[in-house]
């Protein structure tokens, strides 16, 4: 998959996850728990990310830390929503285990390569 393509995925899943977080409770899809939902989110995130930008690890894990609590924090602001620090620890958690586990695999295949 070219570079290009990859970072264009991951800024449209971070739009994505922008807008499902904000827009009213009622346009948000469900697809079954939403710990769960919250956790691959953003562990999407985290490995497009650090696909995208292989040599920026620790930024993209500041990345993901300032977007999930910002998002939960702007949740306040909408009238039907309503943000909770466990839910963007769900989120920092699967951020940072996707941006790992893709980390992990670069190192990986360069160690073969």
């Known amino acids: 998959m070219s570079r290009k393509l990859i970072i264009l995925a991951a800024w449209c899943v971070l739009g994505f996850i922008t807008f499902v977080t904000l827009s009213p409770i009622g ?3 469900e697809t079954g728990s ?3 939902e919250r956790f691959l989110a953003y562990g999407l995130l985290g490995t ?3 696909m995208a930008y ?3 690890f620790v930024r993209v894990v500041t990345l993901i830390l300032v977007v999930a609590s910002a998002l939960e924090l702007l949740q306040h602001l909408t009238p039907d929503r309503h943000g909770h620090i ?4 769900e989120k920092i ?3 940072v285990a996707g941006a790992s586990i893709a980390r992990l695999a670069q190192l990986l295949f360069r160690a073969r390569a």
């Open 48 to 50: 497009l990310f650090v």
């Open 93 to 95: 958690a699967g951020g």
């Open 34 to 36: 939403v710990s769960i």
């Open 54 to 56: 292989p040599q920026h």
């Open 86 to 89: 466990a839910d963007a620890g």
């Open 27 to 29: 346009l948000r899809p």
